[in-house]
């Protein structure tokens, strides 16, 4: 693990089962840093964020955590590591107990790390103003908030014990559109000013575009391209990545004009059950005779490849190009 990663992930399988959700999945953070992990709902992209929490389990590979290797960690002693390890999750409601205050959801993982009520009293007073809230707010009970405050209550649970890695799992899929950029803005604002790594799991790259350093796309259990954010909107390499930018509708439209392709139809197949080969090769507008048969490697690096038989043929504008004759 080099030495300025926070997390790595190496060849991690996850499944529940005899499904396999996760297969082979290389990914890696620097601390600070902000990465997107997008696909479409089912590819298995939760479940990654699940097993780097422990909430899932690792089948096989590895969870590197701070050059620990957390993935059978006892759980006596993950309790030390799960402090700097912490999720916001897509439902806020669902995600804060009902019946307690702000203050007591907020207070219990400060006692859990032993502080005392004074310190407590403070450090929740010290959280609501990082999220945008007021002090009085602490004395409330979570149906007196709107969606938008509810997940700014889970930004500061997970906030509280200064973590260096939060999963943020769909955390704003559920919010309206005006108070999903807020949010947003206040999740990157937070980033800025503490300086902890983000892993922002999304099925919607419009929403990672402005926030990610870089975005990782997943397709069936499977890391299909990683790279840096801005050369993901310029240049996608992976014909899914491309469909997935198709999707959004102002960078769409230009992409669309520009190649002249239709965007890619068709649902995903069922995880349980996989194509053979490269597993996006039943919807894929370049699919060769070999895309069903031989699985494509993944090549680059854990920061910056594709996996793709055709990503060699770059064209200019950095993108797999369609065969002069398709089969
Ligand atoms: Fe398409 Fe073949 Fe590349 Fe898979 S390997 S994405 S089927 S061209």
Redesign the pocket.
Known sequence: MAEAELLRLEELCVGYGAVRVVDRAELSLRPGEVVGLVGESGCGKSTLGKAILRLADAEAGRILFEGQDITHLPERRLRSVRPRLQMIFQDPFASLNPRKTVAAILEAPLRQAGMGRAARQARVAELLGQVGLKAEHAARLPHEFSGGQRQRIGIARALALEPKLIVCDEAVSALDVSVRAQVLNLLADIRQRMGMALLFISHDLSVVRHISDRVAVMYLGRI?EVGPAARIFAAPR???TQALLDAVPDIGRRRRFARGAAPIAGEMPSIAAPPA?????TR?????A??RTEA?AFRGTASDGV?????ASVGSAGA?QPAATEP
Do not use: D, K, S
């Open positions: 299909v992976h014909p899914y080969g490269c597993r996006f090769h894929c507008p370049l699919a060769e070999r895309c494509p996996a793709c038989h055709l990503a797999a």
